[in-house]
């Protein structure tokens, strides 16, 4: 599985954004699609979560209530839309896959590149 992230960008706080991820392959939707975020001098983090069905989705606390995760089987796609951002929102945000539906970032297989996200104050 590739996946390919896009739509960080500059933001100011309180703003929206809304991320994409495409997979190739014919078996997205047999994976569990995450998003997870990394700050500059911190480990990476988990940010969401949704199943294959895409029905039952996992937030984070610091995010639960203004992020959505969403996904397309039809387009091979996930999204993130983002809504009240704040400057502890910046950071680059990765998705990824993987068989199991979890946060550990260690059971995730394959990756995005990463799409940075920067939130103004």
């Known amino acids: 599985v590739q996946l390919q992230a896009s739509g960080g960008g500059l933001v100011q706080a309180g703003g929206s954004l809304s991320l994409s991820c495409a997979a190739s392959g014919q078996t997205f939707s047999k994976y569990v699609m995450a998003w997870f975020r990394q700050g500059s001098g911190k480990e990476r983090e988990f940010v969401a979560y949704a199943n294959g069905g895409g029905r039952i989705t996992l937030y984070a606390d610091s995010v639960k209530g203004r992020f959505t995760i969403s996904r397309d089987n039809a387009k091979n796609t996930v999204y993130l839309q983002m809504n009240g951002l704040n400057p502890e929102d910046t950071g680059v945000y990765y998705c990824?896959?993987?068989?199991?539906?979890?946060?550990?970032?260690?059971?995730?297989?394959?990756w995005g590149q990463g799409t940075e996200v920067t939130v103004s104050s």
């Open positions: 990824a896959a993987a068989r199991v539906a979890t946060s550990d970032k260690e059971a995730y297989d394959y």
